[in-house]
């Protein structure tokens, strides 16, 4: 997620806010969590790219937050023996963890309706391993996962499109 400071205003109507101020200030119309981007005449941004302007509210969910995710199955199959492991941090919506061999981090952003996105330039150390194969299926499927569900069983799944699980891990002690 990204931050900024500084001055804002609301429209006579409450339902618009803008942010700085002259030829820099830019105008949101606001919506239920979420804020639309607006063009340089106050109008809503239409067009194929017009959901590249929409700012949604990121939200914090304590049941998959600041505790340690073991990872037991990938695509299906089940992964044994595997340091694999992933820690969704709630303070500053930063993952960390282990993709088997190397160590990666980056950000994540959790949306309404169990929604979940990983940042696209996640940092991995880049030891040499014997075998690389769960790491790297690992890392590519974090890119591809768009929400997740926890099971009775306490499981974490990330899925695509509320398709079969594509990543499970089982809680496995604290952050």
């Not at 002259?22 to 919506?31: E, I, K, L, R």
């Not at 952003?109 to 696209?120: C, E, V």
Request: proline share 4%.
């Amino acid at each position: 997620p990204n931050t900024d400071s500084g001055a804002f205003t609301w429209n006579a109507t409450g339902s618009k806010v803008t942010l700085g101020t002259g030829h820099d200030a830019q105008q949101y119309q606001v919506g239920e969590n979420r804020l639309f981007h607006l063009d340089r005449s106050g109008e809503r941004i239409t067009g194929d790219l017009a959901g590249q302007y929409v700012l949604e509210k990121h939200i914090h969910d304590p049941t998959i937050e600041d505790r340690r995710w073991k990872l037991v199955e990938l695509h299906g199959k089940p992964i044994e023996s595997s340091e694999a492991a992933l820690t969704l941090r709630a303070e500053d919506s930063v993952t960390s963890g282990n993709a088997s061999c190397n160590t990666f981090t980056g950000g994540y952003a959790i949306k309404n309706g169990q929604r979940i996105r990983f940042g696209r330039n996640m940092a991995v150390t880049m030891m040499a391993c014997p075998d690389m194969t769960i790491e790297a299926s690992f890392l590519e499927t974090l890119q591809q996962v768009d929400n997740y569900t926890v099971g009775q069983d306490g499981m974490l799944s990330l899925n695509r499109a509320r398709m079969a699980p594509l990543v499970r891990f089982v809680p496995d002690g604290g952050p």
